[in-house]
Structures are given as structure tokens and as C-alpha cells.
T-cell receptor, first 115, second 108 residues
Framework: DADVTQTPRNRITKTGKRIMLECSQT?????MYWYRQDPGLGLRLIYY???????NKGEISDGYSVSRQAQAKFSLSLESAIPNQTALYFC??????????????FGPGTRLTVL | GEDVEQSLFLSVREGDSSVINCTYT??????LYWYKQEPGAGLQLLTY?????DMKQDQRLTVLLNKKDKHLSLRIADTQTGDSAIYFC????????FGKGTRLSVIA
């Protein structure tokens, strides 16, 4: 079974709809992240959480919100989707215990299309 | 702020060496990283280098770090078609800052 799972894997929605993307992990990591990937723009950080009570904005948080429901679950919401939020979204986890190397483990991605 | 720059594309012939370059801005990063993204998948950590090192070798992979110039490179020896992917350089001490990625195409 995959360590980091994302649901749904694909979603097509309309402008103005509220969308939730979900991420679950079985790695027991405290740290979780949401990124979006766009061609030519690489990977950009939306939000991150270092534990259940900690939420931090990333580079491009406007138009998004998150909820850390448990250590293993971190969801991303688009309150009112717009076409320029069409992208590939990745959830990732990490645990800095040990040598301090930030090894991030990525989910398979959710492809979101906003019409 | 932190910024990581990479060229977007690289094309090499199978069996040749590939060199992917990256420049970064955060000189305080403890580690610098290379992640690989295969088609249709998320990123996976490929290798990393401690900031006090100049070079790290891991089988076909060689990472070179020039701290003075803030330049990081990844060399893949004997490049194979299975190495075709997008390679991301990353810096920072959490959260990481990723470059835009270099798409490596290997021609048989």
C-alpha cells in the first residue's frame, strides 16, 4: 500500500465551486505539505504543517485553505475555484528526526481542472 | 527570498553523461537536494549533499557543490532511457524551496 495517498486523483469542476483535496499518510510523520505544480513554474508551496496544531502559509496560499484533522490527514480546500487554479497538486510528508535531512515523501498527485 | 534556478530542458544520448546544473541563493542551507519526478508520479528524493561537502558520489550519480558560487550540479554517468524524468534541485532547512525542474530526455 502507498505511504502517502491523495484523493481524488483527478477532478474536473466549475468556476465558483468549493473543492476539497484529501491527503492521508501512514508514515507516522509530523510534517505535511501541499504543493502545486504548473508547467514551467515547477513546484510551489501552498501550505505546510509541522504538527496537528501548526499551520503555515507557503508561497502561494491565496485562494486556498487547509485543515490538519489528525497527524495522518491534511486536506486542502479551494473555497471558490477559478480556472488559474488548474494544476497538479501534490501532498508530501517529512520527518526531520535523525540526521536532519528533509526527505520528503510525495503522494501520486491530484490533477484538478477548473472550467 | 530564497530562489533556485535551473535550465528547463536537457537532451542526451543513451550512454553519455548528463549534467544538470542549479544555482541557489540561501547560503545557510544545511543540505541541498536533488529530487526526481518520473512521468505520472510524485517526486522522490534522489540524493542530497551536506553543505560542508564538495562532492558526493552514489553509484552513477555525482553531486558537486560550489558554495562560493552557490552552484550545485548532478552528473549521471552512462545515462539510460530510464533516467528520463524531471530533476528538481532544492534548498532550505524546511520548508524546502524547489527549482522549476530540468526535464531530461534520453535519446536511444
Amino acid at each position: 500500500d502507498a505511504d502517502v495517498t491523495q484523493t481524488p486523483r483527478n477532478r474536473i469542476t466549475k468556476t465558483g465551486k468549493r473543492i476539497m483535496l484529501e491527503c492521508s499518510q501512514t508514515k507516522g510523520h509530523d510534517r505535511m505539505y501541499w504543493y502545486r505544480q504548473d508547467p514551467g513554474l515547477g513546484l510551489r508551496l501552498i501550505y505546510y504543517s509541522f504538527d496537528v496544531k501548526d499551520i503555515n502559509k507557503g508561497e502561494i496560499s491565496d485562494g486556498y485553505s487547509v485543515s490538519r484533522q489528525a497527524q495522518a490527514k491534511f486536506s486542502l480546500s479551494l473555497e471558490s475555484a477559478i480556472p488559474n487554479q488548474t494544476a497538479l497538486y501534490f501532498c508530501a510528508t517529512s520527518d526531520l528526526r535523525g540526521q536532519g535531512v528533509d526527505t520528503q515523501y510525495f503522494g501520486p498527485g491530484t490533477r484538478l481542472t477548473v472550467l | 527570498g530564497e530562489d533556485v534556478e535551473q535550465s528547463l530542458f536537457l537532451s542526451v544520448r543513451e550512454g553519455d553523461s548528463s549534467v544538470i546544473n542549479c544555482t541557489y541563493t540561501d547560503s545557510s542551507s544545511t543540505y541541498l537536494y536533488w529530487y526526481k519526478q518520473e512521468p505520472g508520479a510524485g517526486l522522490q528524493l534522489l540524493t542530497y549533499i551536506f553543505s560542508n561537502m564538495d562532492m558526493k558520489q552514489d553509484q552513477r550519480l555525482t553531486v558537486l557543490l560550489n558554495k562560493k558560487d552557490k552552484h550545485l550540479s548532478l552528473r549521471i554517468a552512462d545515462t539510460q532511457t530510464g533516467d528520463s524524468a524531471i530533476y528538481f534541485c532544492a534548498e532550505g532547512d524546511t520548508p524546502l524551496v524547489f527549482g522549476k525542474g530540468t526535464r531530461l530526455s534520453v535519446i536511444a
